[in-house]
């Protein structure tokens, strides 16, 4: 291979990584706004057959059986009770690796809580994992690391701010829950999380 090739070569690997990383952004910008407009089956499509999801809290997803249940009944619960959100994603960084990625983002979520149809705020960091599969990219592994949930809006998130489940969390099925169980009731912190000084939301130690 000369030069010219082998310069042609590495054009092709970055141009394809660019596509990658894209369609990883264009998957996930989907996946919110299907959340967003309660498309729960368009939200479930964007997961792998073997999927994974750590929702902290909320509990683990284990398999597309455990997606669905969550973003089909616990997520309708949600909304049907009153609850309302609003998401906005930040600050991505996005790194792929042949037919695998991986994507930190954060996430500011306005919400009603549906308790008290009052403001609220939700903040965490996203961890999440990709695969190509023959359709395209899908997510094989995420983990949502919540700082704040559901914090009232007057109170935020300073020292008189508290963090709570909503109820339809109540239904969560057991199984769901035994990593948070065996944790003490705290979630795991991220991959990169170094301090949760300020956190409102339990969660061990990094």
Same mark, same amino acid.
């Given at each position: 291979?000369?030069?010219?090739?082998?310069?042609?070569?590495?054009?092709?690997?970055?141009?394809?990584?660019?596509?990658?990383?894209?369609?990883?952004?264009?998957?996930?910008?989907?996946?919110?706004?299907?959340?967003?407009?309660?498309?729960?089956?368009?939200?479930?499509?964007?997961?792998?057959?073997? @999927?994974? +999801? &750590?929702? #902290?809290?909320?509990?683990?997803?284990?398999? *597309?059986?455990?997606?669905?249940?969550?973003? $089909?009944?616990?997520?309708?619960?949600?909304?049907?009770?009153?609850?309302?959100?609003?998401?906005?994603?930040?600050?991505?960084?996005?790194?792929?690796?042949?037919?695998?990625?991986?994507?930190?983002?954060?996430?500011?979520?306005?919400?009603?809580?549906?308790?008290?149809?009052?403001?609220?705020?939700?903040?965490?960091?996203?961890?999440?994992?990709?695969?190509?599969?023959?359709?395209?990219?899908?997510?094989?592994?995420?983990?949502?690391?919540?700082?704040?949930?559901? @914090?009232? +809006? &007057?109170? #935020?998130?300073?020292?008189?701010?508290?963090? *709570?489940?909503?109820?339809?969390?109540?239904? $969560?099925?057991?199984?769901?829950?035994?990593?948070?169980?065996?944790?003490?009731?705290?979630?795991?912190?991220?991959?990169?999380?170094?301090?949760?000084?300020?956190?409102?939301?339990?969660?061990?130690?990094?």
């Amino acid at each position: 291979m000369d030069e010219t090739q082998r310069e042609l070569e590495a054009l092709r690997t970055r141009v394809r990584i660019l596509e990658d990383a894209e369609a990883v952004r264009q998957l996930t910008a989907k996946y919110m706004q299907a959340m967003h407009d309660a498309r729960w089956d368009d939200a479930v499509a964007c997961f792998a057959g073997d @999927a994974e +999801y &750590d929702h #902290g809290l909320l509990g683990a997803l284990r398999g *597309k059986a455990d997606i669905e249940h969550f973003y $089909t009944k616990f997520m309708p619960e949600f909304e049907e009770a009153g609850g309302w959100a609003f998401d906005v994603l930040a600050d991505p960084v996005i790194d792929v690796d042949g037919d695998r990625a991986t994507g930190r983002w954060f996430l500011l979520t306005l919400l009603i809580d549906p308790e008290t149809q009052e403001a609220a705020w939700s903040i965490a960091t996203l961890d999440y994992e990709y695969a190509r599969e023959a359709d395209g990219w899908k997510f094989k592994r995420n983990h949502c690391v919540h700082e704040h949930l559901l @914090a009232p +809006y &007057d109170k #935020g998130w300073g020292a008189s701010g508290s963090s *709570k489940l909503p109820q339809a969390a109540e239904g $969560t099925p057991p199984e769901h829950l035994e990593t948070l169980r065996r944790q003490g009731g705290k979630q795991r912190p991220g991959r990169w999380t170094r301090s949760i000084r300020g956190w409102s939301v339990p969660t061990l130690e990094p």
